[in-house]
């Protein structure tokens, strides 16, 4: 890991504190949510919101869309949905007897993909292309999507009708998966007065030019290489849970987490340091997104489901069974 080339400014963390406080502004509570959604934009990943109706998924996404601008859509996903209505298609124009490409809703910077369960598999894989590859093909061109692009997608985990369960290999293309819980009652007295009235409507701080140099720049934060070591251990621990001082979590694995992982806990890590005006990496920022990387990549073996083993149990018995490297930075050294 190298050093990084540029220290993020007092302007860069100010700007980012005031784009987390417009989203604030609208949204009552649920300061994870929104702090996850702002650091997967910084680290061009996209996020899996998962929660009972009426917690605010949506509008936390519809809302920080509109801070740091672009454009945005949202599709509503249902049973009945094709690829093409989300991609686009070929339309055949008679007058000229030709084919003309009309692009689906997913061209824009931000789309939110609400009910993601509910679409059939035909559709998740179409939207797997544009997730991953940030791209689209059709009738064999292939058209690249505007830059950011982030998905971030809903869905009810208690919903059992309609509803096509996203595979493991969608799941692990989520940079995040983040639980979204009720308020408690000091918030839901919060929203009675703030959303009873006239909704407080968002301004836009960001634009998606300073959105890509921020994204940039998170790139550059400096890792250390005992940092990167830590994050290679978190990962091996739910491969070989025996090597890495827990071995009763050997029971509830069946497959740990992806080379993705890994990935994402650098990746969202530094956006997390960015966002908290360091231009290096910390331990404890790792820790404090692992979670939410990790737990939606685990597979639990059957006995571990049928007990009911929750994944984020586990992402917690592994933290507190991995020691973190003690990293002393300072001036000499970034």
Known sequence: MTVAEEVPS???????????????????????????LLVALLARGHCLLEGVPGVAKTLAASTLATVVGGSFARIQFTPDLVPSDIVGTRVFHPSSESFDVELGPVFVNFLLADEINRAPAKVQSALLEVMAERQVTLA??????????VVLATQNPIESEGVYPLPEVQRDRFLFRVRVEHPDAREELEILHRMSVRPPAPEPVLDPARLSALQELAE???????????????????RAPADYGVPELADSIEIGVSPRATLGLVSAGRALALLRGRDYLLPDDVRDIAIDVMGHRLMLTFDALADGVDPDDVVRQILAAVPPPLVVWNQGQR
Not at 10 to 24: C, F, K, M, P, S
Not at 142 to 149: D, G, K
Not at 220 to 238: E, F, G, N, P
């Open 10 to 36: 007092g302007t860069d963390a100010e700007v980012l504190r005031q784009a987390l406080a417009e989203v604030r502004r609208v949204i009552v509570g649920q300061e994870h949510m929104v702090e996850r």
């Open 140 to 149: 064999g061109v292939t058209h690249p999507l505007p830059r950011p692009f």
């Open 220 to 238: 550059k934060v400096s890792v250390h290489q005992l940092v990167a070591d830590y994050v290679v251990r978190l990962v091996m621990s739910t």
